[in-house]
């Protein structure tokens, strides 16, 4: 018998979501068909003609009306890449409906509605599976170095996690909105919360390699674009997680700008043991590439239409040749429905990251460390 | 007693760091803090003393002009006492880590004689560089905790610096026991910019790895692209280029610290911190006095 093809059903292409990057390894994968482009009929009017013309693109019907399309026999898998608010509705939806869940990033805008999907994915026994985080290279390799048991036994790490894109600009003081929004507004039409989308790929990398985390400190409040401090909202933070044996890790993330650093921005991850400390840069393997024409006759712009360059990638003299993460995660997805097995970043995983996250965000606003699970409000 | 003109008290690390610099002069004994034989070359031209001595028979050995600790050890705080009583010009890297009756030393900057310090600060007052925003500095001093405590004391001086702003609060982390203490600080500054010092533990060759954050870029100084190094049948090995600091650097007056009563108490208090949190796995926040 032939290998089953899964079929794929692709929800929103929001311009907060990664999922048109998922698209070539959806295409590509044998095992995986396209089926269909489905939103809900109240999205924001960019987005209508933005999911038609993808349909249109892959040659597969444009539904309206998420549940209902969902519900589709040659659906076996929901892609969903919408807001992060309405993750957890849809994961739910197609869980209680016996689809599978490859999500991109967050299931969830709170840690309520975190625990809701995976209550409703382990009551319907279906596969979950979130790809951004623990398939790429600086992952592969610092878990690689701690299994193979040269450093003797982790005892920290330090991530630093940049994303060289957009261009800052002078900030002035009337510019600035005093105080940190807390966490639970994260759609902005200019902006990302940087610390929730650039520091979860740290905060991921760290709960691979640690134990539970018990307690995080986080601070921000120094900005690079006139539009984060407009909104008094993160685009650079750091966080320090404490884990349940002592363990110590840092991180910063953030969004600092264009020709800040030859790779567009450092990947980078420091491994601290009793026998040594590993190194690993997750740009490389690379190509250093040193053009003079492309300096020299530079014309590089940004985007008018993409100013935070959200679907582009930064200026780099690196050309990486390192695997890409997306088809190692759908292959992951993809024996884990063939043989039942768990893949290696669920809506568990997701579930405990974001509280990671979000106790990062309650620290910056309350000035001290925040102990975790959290409760009460910090929780919502 | 032989007249000397200075007496280096160290770890084996700062000794190679200030090798080259001693090598070229007369009367400068270097002496490790911790115990240990007679180790490196000692002799030279004009009855100079070249090498590490053990740091007892040096000061039974020689009466210094000037005295300087780089690294605390058990029992520094008598042996400075000691020097100064004798007119001996003492100072030191840090704060003692004991409170004694004793005069206060002077404390001075070391990395006020780094040349990589010096080209990256003067890299991050040009005006491209921007406002800075973060500092990730990474050392792996020798010693047991006091050792980490006066990397931690000498890497927030270099942070205010560097991020050109007083400290405003930091939070203390540490993991595991001496010699393998890791010691990781979280820093704000008055001006929002943070910063991450992490001292590790001392089996590691990384020493002042320093990345630094403007708004117009970054700034990075690399042991691993600074070092040369050799590719062997199955591994690469990092090979030591001296960085050639200048002794004479730590007694300029730009590297003189005066510290307030009320600094002293915070760094006493992080000291405590260090050991609290390694104990009890838990971060502890520490406010910056104001000026």
């Known amino acids: 018998m032939a290998d089953r093809v899964y079929g794929v059903l692709l929800i929103s292409f929001s311009k907060h979501s990664h999922q048109s990057s998922f698209v070539p390894a ?8 396209i089926v269909g482009v489905a939103d809900d009929a109240d999205i924001d009017p960019y987005l209508k003609p933005l999911n038609r013309t993808w349909a249109e ?9 998420i549940e209902a399309a969902v519900r ?12 992060i608010e309405r993750r957890a509705e849809i994961a739910r939806l197609a869980a209680r409906a016996g689809k599978h869940l490859w999500i991109d990033k967050y299931i969830g805008a709170n840690m ?17 599976i979130l790809p951004s985080y623990v398939y790429n290279d600086l992952v592969n390799q610092s878990r690689r170095i701690i299994d193979a048991g040269i450093l ?3 005892t920290a790490m330090h991530v630093d996690i940049l994303f060289g894109k957009g261009i800052p600009r002078p900030i002035s003081n009337a510019q600035r909105k005093p105080g940190f929004l807390p966490a639970g507004r994260w759609k902005f039409p200019d902006i990302k919360r940087e610390l929730l989308t650039v520091g979860a790929y740290a905060v991921a990398l760290v709960q691979q390699c640690f134990e539970p985390i018990v307690e995080v400190y986080g601070q921000a409040g120094a900005y690079f674009f006139p539009e984060h401090a407009a909104h008094g909202a993160d685009d650079f933070g750091t966080l320090t997680l404490v884990d349940r044996s002592g363990r110590v890790a840092t991180l910063s993330a953030g969004r600092n700008g264009i020709a800040s650093h030859g790779a567009g921005g450092p990947n980078l991850a420091y491994l601290f043991g009793t026998k040594g400390t590993g190194r690993i840069d997750g740009k490389r393997p690379g190509i250093d590439t040193h053009l003079r024409n492309r300096i020299v006759d530079g014309d590089y712009c940004v985007d008018e239409d993409d100013p935070m360059q959200w679907h582009s990638g930064p200026p780099t003299m690196l050309t990486s040749t390192g695997t890409e993460f997306t088809r190692a995660a759908l292959d992951d997805l993809v024996n884990a429905l063939d043989t039942g097995t768990r893949p290696r970043f669920t809506v568990r995983d997701a579930r405990d990251h974001m509280e990671v996250l979000l106790a990062g965000y309650e620290s910056i606003v309350r000035n001290r460390p925040v102990r975790l699970p959290m409760s009460g409000g910090e929780a919502a | 007693m032989k007249q000397i003109e200075r007496l280096v008290v160290g770890s084996r690390l700062e000794f190679e760091l200030y090798r080259e610099d001693m090598e070229e002069q007369d009367g400068v004994v270097f002496a490790r803090s911790t115990g240990g034989s007679r180790d490196g070359d000692r002799g030279g031209q004009n009855g100079a003393v070249r090498g590490l001595e053990t740091l007892r028979d040096a000061l039974n050995a020689y009466l210094p002009r000037q005295a300087i600790f780089l690294s605390p050890y058990r029992g520094m705080a008598v042996d400075a006492a000691q020097l100064i009583e004798n007119g001996v010009d003492v100072r ?27 080209a990256m600060l003067e890299a991050s007052r040009h005006a491209d560089f921007g406002e800075p925003v973060y500092l990730r500095l990474i050392s792996s001093p020798d010693g047991g905790k006091w050792g980490k405590w006066w990397c931690v004391f000498q890497s927030c001086r270099k942070a205010a610096a560097l991020l050109d702003s007083p400290l405003r609060r930091v939070y203390v982390a540490a993991a595991g026991t001496s010699p393998r203490l890791h010691v990781s600080i979280t820093l704000k500054t ?45 591994d690469y090995r990092m090979l030591t280029r001296p960085t050639r600091r200048c002794l004479a650097q730590l007694w300029e007056n730009e590297a003189l610290i005066t510290l307030s009563a009320d600094e002293r108490r915070f760094y006493h208090d992080l000291l405590r911190a260090i050991g609290d949190s390694a104990r009890s796995r838990r971060g502890i926040c520490l406010e910056y006095p104001t000026a």
């Open chain 1, 26 to 33: 959806f295409v590509d994968h044998p095992r995986i068909r």
């Open chain 1, 57 to 65: 693109r892959l040659g597969v019907p444009c539904l309206e009306g």
């Open chain 1, 72 to 83: 589709r026999d040659e659906v076996d898998v929901v892609s969903v890449g919408h807001e």
């Open chain 1, 112 to 128: 309520r509605e975190c625990r809701e999907v995976v209550d409703a994915v382990d009551g319907s026994g279906v596969t979950s």
């Open chain 1, 152 to 154: 003797g036994e982790l």
């Open chain 2, 92 to 118: 030191t890297a840090g704060p003692l880590p004991v409170r004694t009756r004793s005069p206060d030393v002077s404390i001075m900057e070391t990395h006020r004689s780094d040349p990589g310090f010096r």
């Open chain 2, 190 to 234: 008055h001006r929002n910019s943070t910063g991450h010092l992490l001292v590790a533990p001392d089996r590691s060759r990384l020493q002042d790895d320093l990345f630094l954050v403007g708004t117009g870029g970054t700034l990075a100084d690399d042991p691993l692209l600074n070092q040369p190094g050799m590719y062997g049948k199955s």
